[in-house]
């Protein structure tokens, strides 16, 4: 069966900081990798998708992601991270097999200081 | 406007009640699921149905029923056998298998 873990439950940073987010999942076979955020009261909306290709993806307001195949991880990335992006992130993960869901890591909240 | 809609937002029930939250979709997709949120545990499967009068099994069905009659409707019943039922629950649907999925604001359920 197919999992996802996120490493972090709670990053704390400061405007202007670095933001890397971990995401590893376990399936021996293709993958199609997402990245949802859920900002607070607010429905979850996808920041980003990995199906194939350039392992490089660019997503919606400056969050980027890098998928290594040989480390089974599809980690979140974003140079300089706003006051506005405090909100819950979801690493996910669709196995290209018929009959299979989409699965959910357990999320990591980030909280962004002014 | 295209969407899902999830209804109510809120519901209180009595423990040992039965209730059933709505969910419906005019987007056209084939595949609708339910979730469960709860604080640390991201979300968790409990139902899917990826074509109509079909469904299957998450990880956490137990407690938990579905129909999918119309390829619009997927209602979820939390029946009193669902030890924990309080939670943030879920829908969402899927164009095919495999690809993006999309919510709905989800119904906070809190059994008292």
């Known amino acids: 069966a197919q999992s996802v873990s996120q490493h972090n439950h709670h990053v704390i940073l400061s405007e202007a900081a670095s933001l890397e987010l971990g995401c590893n999942y376990s399936?021996?076979?293709?993958?199609?990798l997402f990245w949802y955020v859920q900002y607070p009261g607010q429905h979850l909306q996808l920041l980003l998708k990995y199906f194939s290709g350039d392992p490089l993806v660019k997503g919606i307001k400056g969050f980027e992601a890098e998928f290594i195949k040989s480390k089974f991880s599809f980690n979140l990335r974003k140079p300089s991270v706003q006051w506005s992006d405090t909100a819950e992130y979801f690493c996910a993960l669709a196995a290209n097999q018929a009959g299979t869901a989409l699965i959910f890591g357990k999320g990591t909240t980030l909280s962004v200081s002014s | 406007d295209g969407g899902i809609t999830q209804s109510p937002k809120y519901l209180f029930r009595k423990e040992g009640q039965n209730v059933t939250l709505s969910c419906e979709q005019n987007?056209?997709?084939?595949?609708m699921y339910w979730y469960r949120q709860d604080p640390g545990q991201g979300l968790r499967l409990i139902y899917y149905?990826?074509?109509?009068?079909?469904?299957q099994k998450g990880d956490i069905a137990e407690g938990y029923s579905v129909s999918r009659e119309k390829k619009e409707s997927f209602p979820l019943t939390v029946t009193s056998a669902q030890k924990n039922p309080t939670a943030f629950y879920l829908c969402?649907?899927?164009?095919?298998?495999?690809?993006?999925?999309?919510f709905g604001q989800g119904t906070r359920l809190t059994v008292v």
């Open positions: 987007l056209n997709h084939d595949a």
């Open positions: 969402a649907t899927t164009k095919g298998e495999y690809t993006e999925a999309f």
């Open positions: 149905s990826q074509i109509v009068n079909d469904f």
């Open positions: 399936y021996g076979g293709t993958v199609n």
